[in-house]
């Protein structure tokens, strides 16, 4: 006898079913019109380029959930849910190409080991799933979930959701015993609930198998309609903020919204784009962007989260006419919060739908500045810098004061050809905490036969900080006189020291004609200290940790180069937890800086980060590879009292301390 | 109300001042200059002026230094227009030269309000402001933090003493007003603004009249500061240093 079962057993009055869905249908279609009205509000940007990479990206992350699942339990517990409603929902469309197409579905092996056996076990998986999401929301109630405030949303739907499951194991498990079926085990989950049933009179079966049937459809309608008014909206606009995502560099920041009647940047959600508007609608809420902030945990009054929600409740108010006149800018999102992001880039890393961040607080950023708005502290750095072509507010003249006394001569590239050009930047230069690594790499470099020369007084900041502050005509000034002196200078490749200048020289500068390779000075001394490269005289047999800078690590994927010096100096590299795309941000980024602190700071996050390698054993120092680190570490390991646990060193020091046989005071 | 702001450009003291082979004049090859602190706030108290109660703010600079960028950056924060009195040697005039200048280039231009610094790092005692208002015989206050208008015709002007004092003074239009401080700093003005008013603004040139004073007095010699005596150094143990010390302070009849 072949497997089978009756289509529409016991329910002679099926095709009622579609009168009953359609107010359900009409109220769902409703809703995706509502929210995807709301998106058309931002202004155009255009998304729709690399399709393929693009469909890959949301068969990867929305299908198979790889960021999702990068946590246990939380990936478990979605993945179960959602892989669950994916089968289950392929099932019941199987079904329908029996009843309409005649498809044998319902019949044979197909039958029996996939429409059975399979869909039964993501019907038992996706049970398990809402148990364990229910069990998080009410019970373990991790604090990402409940701050900075709660999304009871999901309350309502998780039950909805179990309602649905069960009852169609329940409806299952009547049909089983109702007509004996034979091959009632394949169906292990109804299998289960029919065991319930035995004993029962047929009549009395058949009559809670109607009811529970019904109860089933019209319970899973109730889920399609809510869907769109509900927080399972994910479901529908997550791929579509996955496949819209950005494929640009993280560290290329978008034009922005040019200067209309209402200025420049965004002051108002008409401002952002509509994919800005799209990301707001796919929040799932699952703050994990929160949990990796370092705004958030150092105390600061920013979550990403919190900003993307309070930015959503601002639209859906605004097409409801209710938001009481409130600014976007200054009541929905206050300054304190816009000042607080250092752009590190860790909420876009940790979203599972991709939505982002820094680029909506930029544009807030830029029509601040745009009207003069901007702390005190910070505009003495912006009108320095504009000055002076430097932050630090120091002479022009100075830039290359850190050559003097050096036993080296450093080519002028302004008079002279070499190989690398390398791009001092603004820290490197006038920062006192900083210039010693300069030295240190200059002399490294000089001593392995590099050929390179510096700008002397003819480099400016490179403008990345400026840019992320929301000054973008100052950044332009920058990389204008930048490229009129580079372009006058015979080289093959840029070097940089700090990762910011990195990131825009690399990222940001083509865009003004700049085509030259940009490289890391880790990347150069990689190069050196490969086998036929420097000799390496003494072996550093210590153990260190290694911070990776946001802004090299994350923003541009430079993560071995570093790593791979600090083996072949012999050092033993331990890892902090927080490492590579995980690294935690020092709090220097985003022209955080050149402001004062916010308020209510608990922890700095550069003393969250000093604890973090003070607290792996025996590891004595934190190799920096970013100058701005180096005074921002040097600083929290005296506030923390851990100095005489832990020295910070940049890495050309240590590969100066590896190729230097007398190791004098001043090393 | 007209308002008029008189902006002046000082050394840069971010570079270190050279002197001139002549060691009496500050070297021009190696300056850079910067508007004058209390300048930018006199700038700032008309523009709040001008904010708060409406007021047309022209503002006018000697051209010498960075007078361009600095016309142009007072443009771009808001004032109506700009003038540049052209003719002005390159390291520009005596005090007393530079406000019979401005009083000649006022003559022309009706202003019911003059306002400027009160002081400058190479005007420290104050001559510009009050000497304008003595050339031209109209009332002066100076060291003022704050300016409101009061009645027809009219300011209130918070002048500071020395000691935390602080008088309100209602003064006469038109009058000169030497400004210590806005009551708020100078705003930001972004780059991007600036860059636009330099394209699409020009500057208002016209000639200086040379104005006709008695000899300023003149520097026979500039110097930078000379140390007169060196510290003493002590040497030794905790012991020792503490013995010393104490004798130094017994030789000094600081101690008994």
């Known amino acids: 006898m072949t497997p089978m079962r009756e289509l529409n057993w016991n329910i002679a009055e099926h095709k009622l079913i579609y009168a009953v869905f359609l107010p359900f249908l009409i109220v769902f279609l409703w809703g995706v019109f509502v929210t995807m009205r709301r998106w058309l509000l931002g202004r155009p940007d255009p998304r729709w380029d690399r399709l393929w990479e693009r469909l890959v990206g949301v068969v990867a992350q929305a299908g198979v959930q790889f960021r999702i699942l990068r946590e246990a339990y939380a990936g478990v517990l979605h993945a179960t849910l959602s892989w669950g409603f994916f089968v289950l929902l392929a099932a019941t469309c199987l079904v329908l190409l029996q009843e309409y197409l005649g498809l044998p579905t319902l019949q044979g092996p197909f039958y029996l080991y996939f429409m059975s056996l399979v869909v039964d076990l993501f019907g038992v998986l996706a049970l398990v799933g809402t148990g364990m999401a229910l069990l998080r929301r009410w019970v373990l109630k991790p604090k990402r979930l409940v701050e900075p405030r709660g999304s009871d949303g999901y309350s309502v739907l998780l039950v909805l959701i179990f309602v649905i499951l069960a009852s169609g194991f329940v409806v299952e498990g009547l049909r089983i015993v109702a007509t004996r079926d034979p091959w009632g085990a394949w169906s292990p989950g109804g299998w289960l609930f029919a065991q319930a049933f035995l004993g029962m009179p047929q009549e009395g079966l058949e009559r809670l198998h109607r009811i529970s049937w019904w109860g089933h459809a019209v319970a899973a309608f109730a889920f399609i309609a809510y869907l769109p008014f509900s927080r399972a909206m994910h479901i529908l606009v997550a791929p579509l903020s996955i496949f819209f995502r950005s494929l640009e560099p993280l560290g290329r920041l978008p034009a922005g919204g040019g200067a209309g009647a209402e200025g420049p940047g965004a002051s108002s959600l008409r401002q952002l784009t509509w994919k800005h508007l799209l990301d707001l609608d796919a929040c799932t809420e699952c703050g994990r962007c929160q949990a990796a902030c370092p705004a958030w945990l150092s105390g600061a009054p920013l979550s990403p989260k919190g900003l993307v929600l309070d930015l959503r409740d601002h639209l859906r108010a605004r097409l409801g006419h209710s938001n009481g006149g409130r600014a976007m800018v200054g009541d929905v999102i206050t300054r304190e919060v816009i000042w607080s992001c250092f752009t590190c880039g860790a909420c876009h890393e940790m979203c599972p739908v991709y939505i982002e961040p820094v680029p909506k607080i930029v544009e807030m950023r830029r029509f601040l500045t745009s009207q003069g708005d901007v702390d005190a502290t910070l505009q003495d750095t912006l009108t320095a810098t504009s000055r002076y072509g430097n932050s630090l507010g120091q002479s022009p003249r100075a830039r290359a004061r850190w050559t003097q006394g050096l036993d080296v001569t450093i080519k002028d590239i302004r008079r002279e050809r070499a190989r690398y050009l390398w791009f001092v930047g603004d820290y490197a230069s006038y920062d006192p905490a900083a210039r010693d690594a300069t030295r240190a790499a200059a002399r490294v470099l000089h001593r392995a036969g590099v050929d390179f020369g510096i700008l002397y007084d003819g480099e400016s900041g490179s403008g990345n900080d400026a840019r992320r502050v929301g000054e973008e005509g100052l950044f332009e000034m920058l990389v204008e006189k930048n490229l009129a002196t580079m372009r006058g200078c015979e080289f093959d490749e840029i070097m940089t020291t700090d990762p910011h200048t990195y990131n825009t020289l690399k990222n940001e500068y083509p865009r003004f004609g700049a085509t030259w390779p940009v490289v890391h000075y880790s990347e150069v001394l990689d190069r050196l200290v490969q086998p036929d490269g420097v000799r390496l005289t003494r072996k550093l047999s210590r153990r260190v940790t290694y911070h990776d800078p946001c802004y090299l690590g994350r923003y541009n994927g430079v993560f071995d180069a570093p790593r791979r010096v600090l083996r072949a100096l012999g050092a033993e590299l331990v890892e902090m937890p927080r490492n590579r795309r995980s690294s935690y941000c020092c709090g220097a980024g985003g022209g955080r800086i050149w402001m004062k602190e916010a308020a209510g700071i608990k922890e700095r996050p550069a003393e969250s980060r000093v604890r973090e390698a003070a607290a792996l054993d025996a590891v004595g120092t934190l190799v920096v590879a970013c100058p701005k680190e180096m005074a921002m570490f040097r600083d929290a390991v005296k506030t923390t009292g851990l100095e005489d646990r832990l020295v910070i060193k940049d890495l050309a020091e240590l590969v100066e301390e590896a190729t230097t046989l007398e190791v004098s005071g001043h090393a | ?256």
């Open chain 2, 1 to 256: 109300m007209n308002i008029t702001v008189l902006l002046s450009m000082v050394p840069d003291l971010v570079e270190e001042l050279e002197i001139d082979a002549s060691g009496a004049a500050l070297d021009t090859q190696w300056l850079r200059y910067v508007i004058s602190e209390s300048d930018d706030h006199a700038l700032e108290q008309a523009l709040l002026l001008k904010d708060r109660h409406g007021a047309s703010v022209s503002v006018m600079a000697l051209d010498y230094g960075d007078a361009d960028q600095v016309l142009f950056a007072a443009l771009a924060r808001g004032a109506d227009e700009a003038v540049k009195l052209t003719g002005i040697p390159e390291a520009g005039l005596g005090k007393r030269a530079a406000a019979a200048t401005f009083k000649e280039a006022l003559g022309g231009i009706r202003t019911d309000l003059i306002l400027t610094g009160v002081q400058a790092i190479d005007d420290l005692d104050a001559h510009v402001a009050g000497m304008l208002g003595g050339m031209m015989a109209l009332p002066y206050v100076g060291v003022t933090r704050s300016v409101e208008p009061s009645g027809e015709g009219k300011v209130l002007v918070q002048k500071e003493y020395p000691g935390g004092a602080a008088a309100e003074i209602e003064v006469t239009l038109p009058a000169v007003i030497g400004v210590l401080s806005a009551p708020q700093p100078p705003r930001y003005v972004p780059v991007a603004r600036i860059r636009e008013v330099m394209k699409t603004r020009t500057l208002d040139e016209r000639e200086a009249v040379p104005a006709t004073v008695p000899a300023e007095p003149a520097i026979i010699r500039l110097f930078k500061p000379e140390s007169a005596e060196h510290a003493q150094m002590l040497d030794g143990s905790p012991e020792e240093l503490a013995e010393q010390i104490v004798k130094i302070l017994e030789d000094r009849g600081l101690a008994p």
